[in-house]
């Protein structure tokens, strides 16, 4: 297990400093920030003036990334601010409230940002790039966006799981098993990642090859493996995921070819692999460092989840199931996602609009063409909803709560966005997460690497704005686990009911 996690967070990103410098690079493009013009309008957010004039918040931003947010947060103490940056602004939204007023205003797009993503990143035919800038292309997005993975699907995974965790509680279920491209060729895996790791770089799209060959590289591996899976329509195979079927029946109905469905599609496993690594990482390394607290769920989940037959285990994995019926696991995953999301959720105002506040009633104006940055994370960590110690997890935290501190957490705790961006991937992220962490709990002993000695939690790292989900610093270097089979359980065949 310790290879597994560690294995996939060598693969991860470092977050290096002209990673940075780049992410800021992009951030000012990507977004339009510039183009917009300052502060005009009297009921726009308070203007939030950095140290360093024009500057300030762009240092800011590469410094910090996304964790900027929460600093300015806890500076500012307003729901929501005017960032002025050279000659343009940027909204910053971190009240959660008005962050769910946002996620659902109609007149915020996300469009501007992938199509500006789309003709740098994927590298398709022109007539498929031209088809994807177009309003064409904002539609097609939109229907491959709704063809969510579906709620309900079943998996099983043999003895060798732990090793391959992570990856393989993911791509077979998503292409099919016995098609998907990642189990037939284990070394695309490294691609893949290498080609994550250059996310920003090959949006610059300034010689990519020689700026970042690896994820160059990554890129065209893993364009090539996905060719014969679409040109097969290996996806239309009962096994395939309604995702990967969906989507692609939209594009070939939209007429593109299938080397550019292809490449479109080297996004979807970026999607379903990124966050859910570091947000399994550490939802593992903060039950785990605690034997107390494995103890506990241990016996939840085996006295409410298992079923035993000989040989099979069978884990009720739902989410539906795992609220009633564990509801100490749930609140385990539930901190576990508070402290580990920080996703910035970025728009751009197609029209001037307004938000307002469900709480003051107060309005604020949000002109046409600027952007607005909604900071999920900047509310995970407020002392208002979490208390002073919000940095602490605190397995029991969302135990025995009444409506009213339901219905508040409800809207502070927005790990998978909401509105009209919900994440859809949110079920399948559940399923693969709790049963590697179910099976673990039941079938296998779980310590630190040195026996009786304090095993540690590593320290969280930087918090990437192109991610949403923080990953451990140095890819958790230093921190292992020793996982053994438990007595009696050496020879169990698992399977899942999602
Ligand atoms: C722990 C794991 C995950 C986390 C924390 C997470 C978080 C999020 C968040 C916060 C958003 C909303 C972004 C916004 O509003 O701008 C989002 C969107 C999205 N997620 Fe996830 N996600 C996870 C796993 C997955 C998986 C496994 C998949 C696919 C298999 C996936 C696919 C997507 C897609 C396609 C969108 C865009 C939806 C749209 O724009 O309408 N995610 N995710």
């Known amino acids: 297990m310790m290879m597994a996690l560690r294995h996939a967070l060598t693969w991860l990103p470092p977050s290096f400093p002209i990673a940075a410098a780049i992410a800021a690079i992009v951030l000012a493009v990507f977004i339009n920030t510039l183009a917009t013009p300052r502060r005009a309008d009297p009921r726009e957010p308070p203007l939030l003036k950095p140290t360093i004039p024009f500057i300030g918040h762009i240092i800011g931003l590469i410094r910090h990334q ?3 947010h929460r600093i300015l947060q806890r500076k500012s103490k307003q729901p929501i601010v005017t960032l002025p940056m050279l000659t343009g602004k940027l909204y910053a939204i971190f009240d959660p409230s008005l962050i769910s007023a946002g996620l659902k205003n109609k007149h915020l797009s996300t469009k501007p940002q992938v199509r500006a993503a789309v003709a740098p990143l994927i590298k398709a035919s022109k007539g498929t790039v031209d088809l994807m800038m177009s309003e064409q292309g904002d539609v097609l997005q939109d229907r491959m966006m709704l063809h969510a993975i579906p709620t309900s699907f079943s998996g099983q995974l043999q003895q060798t799981f ?7 509680a993911t791509t077979p279920p998503v292409y099919g098993k016995h098609q998907d491209p990642f189990s037939q060729d ?7 990642w290498d ?16 700026i970042a060959k690896k994820g160059h590289l990554g890129r065209i591996r893993l364009a090539q493996a996905l060719t014969p899976y679409y040109s097969s329509q290996a996806e239309q195979h009962p096994a395939a995921s309604a995702l990967v079927r969906l989507r ?3 594009m070939r109905n939209a007429g593109l070819p299938v080397e550019d469905i292809a490449k479109i599609e080297t996004l979807l496993p970026l999607a379903a692999m990124t966050n859910t690594v570091p947000t399994l990482f550490w939802f593992f390394s903060h039950v785990f460092t605690r034997p107390a607290i494995a103890e506990q769920l241990r016996k939840e989940v085996e006295d409410n989840l298992l079923t035993r037959d000989g040989p099979k285990a069978k884990l009720a994995v739902s989410s539906a199931v795992l609220e009633e019926k564990t509801p100490f696991l749930w609140s385990c995953y539930r901190e576990t996602l508070r402290l580990t999301v920080h996703q910035i959720a970025t728009r751009t105002a197609m029209q001037d609009t307004t938000i307002t506040s469900p709480k003051t009633g107060q309005t604020y104006f949000l002109a046409k063409g600027s952007v607005v940055q909604m900071s999920i994370g900047a509310s995970h960590f ?4 979490w208390g002073e110690k919000y940095l602490d997890f605190k397995p029991d935290r969302f135990l025995g709560l009444t409506k009213e501190e339901e219905r508040a957490f409800k809207v502070a705790h927005q790990p998978f966005g909401g509105g009209l961006h919900l994440c859809p991937g949110r079920h399948f992220a559940l399923a693969e997460m709790m049963a590697v962490m179910t099976t673990l709990l039941v079938g296998f002993e779980v310590g630190g690497l040195d026996g009786e000695g304090e095993w540690r939690e590593p320290e969280r790292g930087t918090a990437s704005i192109v991610d949403a989900a923080t990953r ?3 890819y958790g270097a230093g921190f292992g686990a020793k996982v053994r089979r ?3 359980w050496e020879d169990v065949v698992w399977e899942y009911k999602f």
Do not use: H, T, V
């Open 382 to 385: 407020l002392p208002e909803y």
């Open 486 to 488: 438990r007595e009696g």
């Open 472 to 474: 451990p610093k140095d």
């Open 195 to 210: 080609y994550n790791e250059s996310i920003m770089a090959l949006m610059m799209d300034i010689l990519p090859s020689f």
């Open 66 to 68: 996304a964790d900027y």
């Open 186 to 192: 284990p070394s695309l895996l490294q691609s893949f």
């Open 248 to 250: 692609a029946q939209e």
């Open 162 to 168: 732990i090793e391959a965790a992570l990856q393989e």
